[in-house]
Every structure is written in C-alpha cells, then in structure tokens.
T-cell receptor
Framework: KQEVTQIPAALSVPEGENLVLNCSFT??????LQWFRQDPGKGLTSLLL?????REQTSGRLNASLDKSSGRSTLYIAASQPGDSATYLC????????????FGTGTKLQVIP | DTGVSQNPRHKITKRGQNVTFRCDPI?????LYWYRQTLGQGPEFLTY????????KSRLLSDRFSAERPKGSFSTLEIQRTEQGDSAMYLC????????????FGQGTRLTVV
C-alpha cells in the first residue's frame, strides 16, 4: 500500500526567501508525481506533473524534482511571495491497476510580508 | 471548456437526508475520480470511472454511497441517510488517456451534515 508523507506539516517564511517542500513515498512503482496547491476551502490547482522517467519539471518560480529510487520529491519555490501562502499537496500515481493516486497530508505554507 | 465543474459548491443537510453532487469533467477526459477530504488531511480516493464504467471503489465508499457516470460524461455522487461523519469536501477530478495524464480538480462540494 502506497503511503505519502509530507514534511514539514507547516512552514512560515519571510517574503523573498527560497524554500523547499518535501514529499516521500513508500512504493517507488509510480507512474507520475503531481504537486498541487490548495487555498482554504477551495479545490486543488495543479502546479507541476513529473512523469516517472523525468527528474524534474519547472514552471516559473517553481521547480519540482523526483528521485524514484529514494522515494522522494521536492518542490522548490524561489523568491517566495505572500500570494504563495496555501497548502501544497503532492500526489503519487501508481503504475499498476487503475493507477490509483495517493495524496500526502500537505504542507501549509505562510509567507510573511 | 473552463475545467472541471462541481455543483453545488456548498450543501448543508440534516442527518438522515439524501444528497446528490454533480461533477462535469473536462469534455475530452475519459477518466473521472471522486475524492473526499476532511479538515487537515489530504484527499482520500473514493471511486474511479473510465468512460461510463466504474472500475474501482474504495472501502471508504459504504453502501450508503453510490456513484454513476451515465454515457461517460458527467458523474453524480449520492449519499443516502447522511451522517455527521459524512461532513467533508468532496472533490472530483478528471484526466485523459490510458495513464500518466495530468489530473485536473474541480472546486469541490463542501457538505455539512447537521
């Protein structure tokens, strides 16, 4: 059974700081890993998708890496802004069966002006 | 197409009542998923459709829950005889292809059972 863990559960940083969010998964047989952003009371917004054959993906100030062998992914946010404040979730899609997606519990980020 | 649409956005119901939620996926997406999310937790898988076929159901989906996707388009999730423990955000997602497609989520339906 896939288990996805995100550390830290909460993070508070001053504006402008670079930061790294961590995601670990127990079953390396994944199809892809996806990072989402969730604002309070809202749905999920897809940020980055990394296929199992890829090592990283970049979009603007965001960079996500994937190391399947160690069961880890990181989301790097450069030059953080108050608008980045949200909960960040990672989700691993299994490679077998119907490719179930398993979510972590998220990291709640607060960027202080 | 503006993305995955869920209705209603909020639902307050009395314990014991039945409720139904609707999800309209991105039109060309053949895969549709339902998740439930409680406060402070990540989304938990409920069920999955490929076209009109319901291929997987979680153990979380008790007999009071039923989901349909007629004609492989929109989907409905019905909860019968609601309980306070059903209070949660219900999220729908869709994706394209055999696998590996990016999942797009709707804004969710927040259910409160009083």
């Amino acid at each position: 059974k896939q288990e996805v863990t995100q550390i830290p559960a909460a993070l508070s940083v001053p504006e402008g700081e670079n930061l790294v969010l961590n995601c670990s998964f127990t079953d390396s047989a994944i199809y892809n890993l996806q990072w989402f952003r969730q604002d309070p009371g809202k749905g999920l917004t897809s940020l980055l998708l990394i296929q199992s054959s890829q090592r990283e993906q970049t979009s603007g100030r965001l960079n996500a890496s994937l190391d399947k062998s160690s069961g880890r992914s990181t989301l790097y946010i450069a030059a953080s802004q108050p608008g980045d404040s949200a909960t960040y979730l990672c989700a691993a899609r299994g490679s077998g069966g119907y490719q179930k997606v398993t979510f972590g519990t998220g990291t709640k980020l607060q960027v202080i002006p | 197409d503006t993305g995955v649409s869920q209705n209603p956005r909020h639902k307050i119901t009395k314990r014991g009542q039945n409720v139904t939620f609707r999800c309209d996926p991105i039109s060309e997406h053949n895969r549709l998923y339902w998740y439930r999310q409680t406060l402070g937790q990540g989304p938990e898988f409920l069920t999955y459709f490929q076209n009109e076929a319901q291929l997987e159901k979680s153990r979380l989906l008790s007999d009071r829950f039923s989901a349909e996707r007629p004609k492989g388009s929109f989907s409905t999730l019905e909860i019968q005889r609601t309980e306070q423990g059903d209070s949660a955000m219900y999220l729908c997602a869709s994706s394209l292809g055999v696998g590996g497609g990016e999942a797009f989520f709707g804004q969710g339906t927040r259910l409160t059972v009083v």
